[in-house]
């Protein structure tokens, strides 16, 4: 059992820099492939990007690519997601999940764990 918990949300204006932060518990998170999604009001959750449980290899949605940056640090237990040039329509609820499938799937099915997710607010 992995439970994670994000935080470093909140209100910016478009064009900030927010870094997201997720924890895990258990000494199993080295283990795990790490990914981060948003949901936005009415719409569905999507895949932002994803990264093996070495931190070797990673990957991203065209949606994130050349803005946002996925790291870990599996001393910490700790996933991260950088956000650079914010724009209003990334205002979503962001959640980190854990999976054991292969580290590039994109599919919310093929993660196990969740976190609560942690809101962003960019306004213009």
């Known amino acids: 059992q992995v439970q994670l918990v994000e935080s470093g949300g909140g209100l910016v204006q478009a064009g900030d820099s927010l870094r997201l932060s997720c924890t895990a518990s258990?000494?199993?998170?080295?283990?795990?492939?790490m990914a981060w999604f948003r949901q936005a009001p009415g719409k569905g959750r999507e895949f932002l990007a994803s990264?093996?449980?070495?931190?070797?290899?990673?990957y991203y949605a065209d949606s994130a690519k050349g803005r946002f940056t996925i790291s870990r640090d599996n001393a910490k237990n700790t996933v991260y997601l950088q956000m650079n040039s914010l724009k209003p329509e990334d205002t979503a609820v962001y959640y980190c999940?854990?999976?054991?499938?292969?580290?590039?799937?994109?599919?919310?099915?093929?993660?196990?764990?969740w976190g609560q997710g942690t809101q962003v607010t960019v306004s213009s």
């Open positions: 258990g000494r199993t998170f080295s283990t795990y492939s």
């Open positions: 999940a854990a999976g054991v499938r292969r580290f590039d799937t994109t599919r919310t099915s093929d993660y196990m764990y």
């Open positions: 990264i093996h449980s070495s931190g070797g290899r990673t």
